[in-house]
């Protein structure tokens, strides 16, 4: 009976010391986390670093600069809750749970200048990754592509906190210019028949008169002075039209003249007549 008490004591004394060195590695862990935590939400804009030291909620200021909706951390403890126990359900909603946080934390080192390859190291140590993440030189760039679900309303973020600054990620990408979808075809509307209108005479419109305007009385005419805005011209001194040569300059030479024309030449000479040939001898003139 005493060895069983014995054995009984140690056991639960055993249970107490791994309970505590639980806490304290449980705490630490904590207190460590939530330090390089405030420093990452320091160099994303969030204002009050207390956000980072209160449980849960940490946690969703973390998923809302990771471009994931916030309230996804209370969706996801309330279905750990309640469907938990289940064996099957249970290790999927954790499972679930976990591949928020990896996504959310690729989405924050995106934003931190990293590389898609730095999510591994937050899976297998996420303390050595949240403690680079915040304390080494990169600065917050939340000006990168929209996230894949930006779309979908329930993992898209669509809250807006005071004190942490909207991300520019988390909105839907605008569509792309193009052509639109094809439109169909569209009868044209039918036209009825309208009866023509019957001709009429409208009625003339009275003629107004008016009051004739007076008339207006002749003016006097004015003899005096003339009218201050008209000057007569100044005389000009007259221009002499030779202009001497320049001192040390050569008069020019006298222009000759032109020969005159030639006299036209005189008609040719008509050409003379032929003489009438003299008859012969034995030849007389007929009778």
């Given at each position: 009976m005493n060895d069983y008490?014995?054995?009984?004591?140690v056991g639960v004394a055993a249970i107490l010391i791994g309970t505590l060195v639980y806490l304290v590695f449980a705490i630490g862990f904590y207190v460590l986390a939530s330090i390089f935590m405030m420093k990452i939400f320091?160099?994303?804009?969030?204002?009050?670093k207390w956000r980072a030291w209160v449980p849960i909620y940490n946690g969703m200021v973390f998923l809302k600069l990771g471009d994931l909706s916030p309230w996804l951390v209370l969706i996801a403890m309330g279905a750990s809750i309640v469907l938990g126990w289940i064996p099957v359900i249970g290790w999927l909603l954790i499972l679930a749970t976990a591949a928020l946080w990896v996504i959310a934390a690729w989405r924050v080192g995106l934003k931190l200048q990293k590389s898609a390859g730095w999510v591994v190291l937050?899976?297998?140590?996420?303390?050595?990754?949240?403690?680079?993440?915040?304390?080494?030189?990169?600065?917050?760039?939340?000006?990168?592509?929209?996230?894949?679900?930006?779309?979908?309303g329930f993992l898209g973020d669509r809250t807006v906190w005071q004190g942490i600054p909207v991300q520019p990620s988390a909105a839907p990408a605008a569509p792309a210019a193009g052509?639109?979808?094809?439109?169909?075809?569209?009868?044209?509307?039918a036209q009825g028949y309208a009866p023509p209108q019957q001709p009429g005479y409208a009625q003339p419109q009275a003629p107004q008169f008016g009051q004739p305007a007076a008339p207006q009385a002749p003016q006097a005419p004015q003899f005096g002075q003339p009218q201050q805005g008209f000057q007569p011209p100044a005389p000009q001194a007259p221009q002499p039209s030779f202009q001497p040569p320049a001192a040390g300059q050569a008069p020019a030479a006298?222009?000759?003249?032109?020969?005159?024309?030639?006299?036209?030449?005189?008609?040719?000479?008509?050409?003379?007549?032929?003489?009438?040939?003299?008859?012969?001898?034995?030849?007389k003139p007929s009778e």
């Open positions: 008490g014995y054995d009984s004591g320091d160099k994303a804009g969030v204002q009050g937050y899976v297998f140590l996420s303390i050595v990754w949240y403690g680079i993440n915040a304390f080494d030189g990169s600065r917050w760039n939340p000006n990168i592509a929209p996230a894949p679900w930006a779309g979908n052509y639109g979808a094809p439109q169909g075809y569209q009868p044209p509307a006298p222009v000759t003249p032109p020969a005159p024309p030639a006299p036209p030449a005189p008609p040719a000479a008509a050409p003379d007549a032929p003489a009438p040939e003299a008859p012969a001898d034995g030849d």
